[in-house]
């Protein structure tokens, strides 16, 4: 199914793309359907975009640009920013063939100079672009209830508002200058994957210390030491299952562009540098694919512990 011939049918007003449906972008494909805008969405595996069309009654679109060619509101949903730049501006790009005036969301997290780099090209190209990095898990992509930390010019942020309300539950705008959201987001992470290894430590340290840890868990997210994290993540070290919600290559990403921003901005982050050399070891020990939670493992191999494992995380 093409998206062509529907696309310049459909409604005239509140057309969107998706560029990328993972874990985050389908849910958010989906939920800027549940909100009745008409989406086209794309991605590099074919037979996800033709589940996307079969779940929601949107469109699967051969490529990106058939994706993005007749929409309003285009939301890239990618890895990383080589991987957004290669969507907008490379050999297949899609703002050739964006309408003029169109705002491009650019939701993956990155360096906030990068985010600025990509608004220009955009500006220089009659597209609005707003910097949208996004927070909150596939769950809450699903639901349409992220949070948006967003930064861009008035126009823009008024052009992207009804994608921006079907997607998230609280949208911060953080200015009219792109990557500004990028900032916050790198701040975020920082504290996302120092919480994250902190967490896998103290769970295994509990281990070695023979407690029950269903039981540390239990009081912990009743005390004082809990976050997001433990909360969030410590369940798939009880359950021994590693399939990856967010995986552990995310943060040796995100945690070393905070270390290549801390050094250009000569301000010391020690806590995450050492974070960041937990995920790296864990990735050397062949996990970088499977969940984040995954540093708990690579503590409990170097302490000869054994934590639970279901069959699909006996790596």
Not at 258 to 285: E, H
């Amino acid at each position: 199914m093409t998206s062509e011939g529907q696309m310049e049918t459909s409604h005239p007003h509140h057309r969107a793309a998706v560029i990328g449906l993972g874990s985050m972008g389908y849910g958010m494909a989906l939920s800027l359907r549940r909100k009745g805008l008409q989406v086209a969405g794309y991605d590099v595996r074919p037979e996800v975009s033709q589940r996307f069309a079969h779940d929601s009654g949107g469109i699967a679109a051969a490529t990106a640009q058939e994706a993005a060619k007749y929409a309003d509101i285009v939301v890239v949903v990618v890895v990383n920013a080589d991987q957004t730049d290669a969507v907008l501006f490379g050999a297949q790009g899609i703002a050739t063939v964006m309408q003029k005036g169109a705002v491009i969301l650019s939701c993956a997290t990155m360096a906030p100079e990068r985010a600025r780099a990509f608004a220009a090209a955009a500006t220089d190209a009659g597209l609005l672009y707003v910097d949208s990095p996004i927070s909150g898990g596939a769950q809450r992509a699903a639901e349409g209830a992220l949070t948006v930390l967003a930064s861009g010019a008035p126009e823009a942020m008024t052009k992207a508002e009804p994608a921006l309300d079907a997607m998230a539950a609280k949208v911060y705008r953080l200015g009219d200058e792109p990557g500004t959201g990028a900032a916050f987001k790198m701040v975020n992470q920082l504290l996302a994957g120092v919480h994250i290894a902190a967490a896998s430590e103290a769970m295994v340290f509990a281990k070695r210390l023979g407690l029950d840890i269903a039981k540390v868990y239990e009081v912990i997210t009743a005390s004082a030491g809990n976050s997001w994290m433990f909360e969030n993540r410590m369940p798939h070290v009880l359950d021994g299952d590693y399939t990856p919600r967010s995986a552990v290559d995310i943060f040796t990403k995100d945690l070393g562009i905070i270390n290549d921003m801390s050094r250009s901005a000569k301000f010391p982050t020690p806590v995450a540098s050492a974070a960041l050399q937990m995920f790296l070891m864990t990735a050397a020990a062949g996990m970088g694919r499977d969940d984040d939670a995954s540093v708990a493992r690579l503590y409990a191999r170097v302490a000869g512990l054994e934590l639970p494992l279901t069959k699909t995380a006996q790596s």
